[in-house]
């Protein structure tokens, strides 16, 4: 009966364990929104405002939302919509039309997405795959013959808004933005950008269109908030189904973030990078440590996420070289430091190992060049050493220049890791002379 | 060597304990890899990026992961791939089967991809996370700018549970473009210690022989080739080869598998011998074979690099030897060189050289054509016209690739050359011509 018993218990843990994953992991990888964006207040505010004017006013607007990598522009202009689609009159009344930059490469698909997302293609029949003039035409037509009160506003979402203004002659963004400009069908053209010049990449009669309205997202984070929200990204919400499970869960985080070693992690990823999505990629790393056997997340999880995340690949990489490649790289290192950064040549790299070789007469590294043109060969490949021209120029392979991507501290900090070095390796690597 | 059996709810724990057996010594890896898929229906990362060597079972793990677990995913190689309209049908039609596929529009673009891949989502969601792997993930790199950001965030574009692993020996700091991009997981796939080298190897062992035997014989191997060769797949190839040359003394009853000291002095020279043959595909390994069954000497084969001589004729050799003094030498000496009645040189000056300044370590020269037809008449005994013929001789080396053209702002107003041939090939050259190149090159003198 007992054993029975704490087999149900078992399961249960089971569960819970993997409901904790899934939750947990929709917040991390998917990118859930939450309720109210954090810390960005009045950009929210004023984004959400300007749909709305243009929902149910029928203002034309556009904006830009400027912020690096990560931080929260998608996020921001989700939550708006979602907020303004609550609304009764935008409801029935709005039109969307996503666009990205990464994938309406040019003009002509980006038209055909747009035809597609408002949905007219049964309106003008096989005529959407005419010319791309003719579709212009026929949606600027379209879009000209409404008017502020009668037609229904289209929301533009340009994501990666840089890539659109790499297009030819920019016609895209001109005719949407002089659309947003002159009275006619209510748009709201809002793009989203990393870049904090993207003002300067558009043409003069492009960027006159434009409102010159920009939302800047730049994290203003404190390490107090950072630490805030690493405590609320990993808190179960109520809903979560076994209170009790949950109810533990959570101290153990508010344990954790009192923990002293948690703190140091915290503070590493705070100063190399604020970013939620950094935050997010090493928390999913924590999170998926926890498992039947150990359902609790512990501090240990999190030293070896962080551990996972912060290594140093170009080392990694050192450390899988055979030995003869590893002298191959020494002898650059002295090349380097003799010449002061001048490019070199295999001939050069193999005349400095043979002269280390002369040194050490009883050394067993004796092989022929052949053998050691193909360790070279492979370093190339494995782009630790570059060709100075791009490997454009016609020359024979021993005779092409090449430089070495990699600095003098690395390379001492591979030779000290590296497993089973021999003494003499070592001691040429950190004899001063070549 | 044993690690603890692979463990993850959601999946069939049988298989996870075969699976443990499948994958020796990379048991770390693949729990890794595992808790990061997490179960089948549970969100995953947007994007993993695994890197590490050649050989170091990157896609071997995954694959077998994703194939005994029997997850939906797609295998695609960036080789085979040369256009990203490639890659996707074949993403496509592996992820929902060939007739969705061809909904697909012909050469589809990314947009076509996102849109359709929607679609399909539509008609049948997700209950289990997708996957997608990309093989030789640095060719990425050289297709369509925007198609290595977009796979990165393909989660999000296509709005479904799918998850890009990128797989690449190169490290991923070379991959980001210059606006920044989603940045993916890393997991770095460690390399084999000789300890795990030594465990993989010795479990083809060949059924007649014990296993000790065997793996004294990959001791031995390991034992000549571990300092310059880390990559398994080599390993196994050269370990396959030479192993019944190993197994020689024995059947002829000159010792037995208790003699490893005479073992191994039978087989030590012929390995390192294979270290300068078919480790560098000089001898192709059915040769190699051949000639381990004719009990030849093993150097006796000649190499492909031994074949490098070509014959030409008499004005292309001489002019190829031009080429080279006028490539190898600096042109002040040539004075010294090919004038009878040279002008007076200091002697300790001109033999003052350095190291550092030596052609032979930097490389050929650029030359105009003026100066390899001068040096041409002046090694030529007998008189010669400059005719046509002569000119034809000296674009045809060019495309021969035993000379080079650089520059090529002006082909007929003074072109300029380079000498592309090595000392031994020219060496050669001179000898069938009785002429002693080594007295006219600076750096010997």
Redesign the interface.
């Known amino acids: 009966m007992s054993k029975r018993k704490s087999m149900e218990k078992h399961v249960a843990v089971?569960e819970c364990?993997?409901q904790v994953?899934?939750v947990l992991?929709?917040r991390?990888?998917?990118?859930r929104l939450p309720d109210k964006p954090v810390g960005l207040e009045s950009q929210y505010k004023h984004l959400l405002e300007l749909l709305r004017r243009t929902a149910v006013h029928g203002e034309s607007n556009s904006v830009l939302i400027v912020g690096p990598?990560?931080s929260g522009k998608?996020m921001l202009l989700r939550c708006a919509l979602r907020e303004l689609l609550e609304l009764q009159e935008a409801k029935k009344n709005v039109l969307q039309v996503h666009l990205?930059?990464?994938?309406?490469?040019d003009d002509r698909?980006a038209l055909r997405?747009i035809t597609?997302q408002l949905q007219l293609e049964n309106v003008v029949g096989d005529k959407v795959f005419g010319s791309f003039a003719e579709n212009l035409v026929f949606l600027l037509d379209a879009l000209k013959k409404g008017d502020k009160s009668s037609s229904r506003p289209v929301l533009f979402i340009l994501e990666e808004f840089?890539?659109f203004a790499h297009h030819k002659n920019q016609t895209l963004l001109y005719n949407l933005l002089d659309v947003s400009q002159s009275a006619q069908a209510p748009v709201a053209v809002v793009g989203l950008t990393?870049?904090l010049d993207v003002l300067e990449l558009l043409e003069k009669r492009v960027k006159s269109r434009f409102s010159h309205r920009q939302i800047h997202l730049l994290s203003s984070l404190s390490f107090h908030q950072y630490r805030d929200a690493f405590r609320s990204e990993l808190t179960l919400q109520d809903g979560f189904p076994d209170s009790k499970f949950s109810q533990e869960w959570n101290l153990g985080i508010s344990k954790l973030c009192e923990d002293k070693s948690v703190d140091e992690i915290l503070q590493k990823h705070y100063n190399s990078c604020k970013d939620f999505?950094?935050l997010h990629?090493l928390l999913?790393?924590a999170v998926?440590?926890v498992?039947?056997?150990n359902p609790i997340l512990r501090a240990v999880d999190l030293l070896e996420a962080s551990r996972?995340?912060s290594?140093d690949?170009?080392g990694?990489?050192l450390?899988?070289?055979?030995?003869?490649e590893l002298c191959l790289i020494i002898a650059m290192k002295h090349l380097n430091d003799t010449?002061e950064g001048e490019p070199f040549?295999f001939?050069?790299v193999h005349?400095e190992f043979k002269k280390f070789l002369q040194r050490k007469s009883h050394s067993?590294?004796n092989?022929?060049k052949?053998?050691v043109f193909?360790?070279f060969e492979h370093l190339l490949?494995?782009?630790l050493i570059r060709p100075v021209d791009g490997g454009m120029c016609?020359?024979?392979r021993?005779?092409q220049l090449v430089r070495l991507m990699l600095d003098h501290t690395q390379v001492m900090e591979a030779l000290q890791r590296y497993?089973?070095c021999p003494t003499d390796v070592k001691q040429w690597a950190v004899s001063a002379f070549g | 060597m044993s690690g603890a059996v692979l463990q993850c709810p959601g999946y069939p724990e049988d298989k996870l304990r075969t699976l443990t057996e499948d994958l020796t010594c990379r048991e770390a890896q693949a729990g890794t890899l595992l808790s990061l898929m997490g179960e089948p229906d549970q969100y995953s990362y947007p994007s993993v990026f695994i890197y590490g060597h050649r050989a170091t079972g990157k896609s071997h793990v995954l694959l077998t992961l994703l194939t005994q677990l029997q997850l939906p995913y797609a295998a695609v190689s960036c080789v085979e791939c040369v256009s990203a309209g490639l890659m996707l049908e074949q993403v496509f039609s592996a992820l929902f089967g060939p007739d969705a596929a061809s909904l697909l529009p012909r050469s589809p673009s990314l947009s076509d991809f996102v849109r359709i891949y929607r679609q399909a989502c539509v008609e049948r969601p997700a209950r289990q996370t997708r996957y997608i792997v990309v093989e030789k993930a640095e060719l990425l790199r050289d297709m369509e700018a925007n198609l290595l950001p977009a796979l990165l965030r393909l989660q999000e574009l296509v709005d479904d549970n799918v998850t890009v692993f990128l797989l690449s020996e190169i490290v991923w700091e070379k991959f980001r473009p210059n606006t920044g991009c989603f940045e993916p997981l890393l997991l770095h796939f460690p390399d084999y210690t000789k300890a795990e080298l030594l465990h993989i190897l010795s479990r083809d062992a060949h059924p007649s022989h014990t296993p000790e035997l065997y793996t004294s014989y990959i001791n031995i191997l390991l034992g000549v080739f571990y300092s310059v060769c880390r990559d398994l797949r080599e390993l196994r190839h050269l370990a396959a080869l030479n192993f019944c040359k190993f197994c020689e003394p024995l059947e002829k009853g000159e010792a037995r598998e208790s003699d490893t000291h005479k073992l191994w002095k039978n087989i030590e020279p012929h390995l390192k011998k294979a270290m300068q043959s078919v480790y560098l595909r000089e001898v192709s390994s059915v040769q190699w074979e051949q000639q381990q069954m004719d009990e030849k000497e093993a150097t006796a084969l000649r190499g492909l690099s031994a074949h490098a001589h070509v014959e030409l004729p008499y004005y292309s050799k001489f002019l190829l030897i031009a080429a080279y003094l006028a490539s190898y030498n600096p042109a002040r000496t040539d004075r010294r060189f090919f004038l009878k009645h040279h002008g007076k040189i200091k002697k300790t000056n001109f033999l003052k050289k350095h190291e550092k300044t030596s052609n032979h370590l930097l490389g050929p020269k650029p030359f105009p054509l003026d100066r390899l037809l001068a040096i041409f008449y002046s090694v030529v005994d007998s008189r010669v016209a400059p005719t046509a013929n002569i000119f034809s001789q000296i674009s045809s080396l060019v495309t021969l690739q035993l000379l080079t053209q650089v520059g090529h702002d002006d082909q007929l107003d003074c072109p300029k050359y380079k000498c592309a041939v090595s000392l031994d090939f020219i060496l050669a050259i001179s000898r069938t011509l009785s002429f002693d190149i080594v007295r006219y090159l600076y750096d010997f003198l």
């Open positions: 089971g364990v993997s994953q899934r992991r929709e991390f990888c998917h990118q990598r990560g998608t990205s930059g990464l994938l309406q490469t698909i997405e597609r840089d890539l990393c870049r999505r950094s990629s999913l790393l998926s440590r498992s039947v056997s996972m995340s290594a690949s170009k990694n990489i450390h899988g070289l055979s030995v003869l010449y040549n001939q050069m005349n067993i590294h092989f022929e052949p053998v193909k360790a490949q494995l782009e016609k020359v024979q021993e005779y497993p089973q």
